[in-house]
């Protein structure tokens, strides 16, 4: 994984931030469904695991304190030896993945 545009800034008279107006999907009234918590930590896992996997390919190991000109990161290491605020970020985020898809008429049945 190299370099996306998310990780560079805009381009100078590309109106950049200015122009950029986040619509998200309202999931605010979304109700998730009894027994999703084991799907969310699946999914928070798996977040985790694809984005130290991206980092590992583009270089990045295990350091104590994030230095991006090493390619250090203290988050580089198995998902339940994370600290659980990183844990609770990556469930926040596969939460908020759920919510989008039940917003958006998706049925979540387990198989």
Known sequence: MGATT?????EPGSGGAAAY???PIDTAGVEVPPGVSEL?????RNTHENWAAG???DGWRWGPVRD???REHPC???YDEL??????YDRRTA???VRTLLALGYRIVKP
Do not use: G, Q, S
């Open 40 to 44: 969310t930590e699946l999914l928070a």
């Open 6 to 10: 998310r990780d560079r800034p805009p």
């Open 68 to 70: 991006d000109e090493r």
């Open 95 to 97: 939460l908020e993945t």
């Open 76 to 78: 580089l290491v198995p």
């Open 83 to 88: 600290p659980e605020e990183e844990r609770e």
């Open 55 to 57: 980092r590992l390919a």
């Open 21 to 23: 107006i986040p619509r």
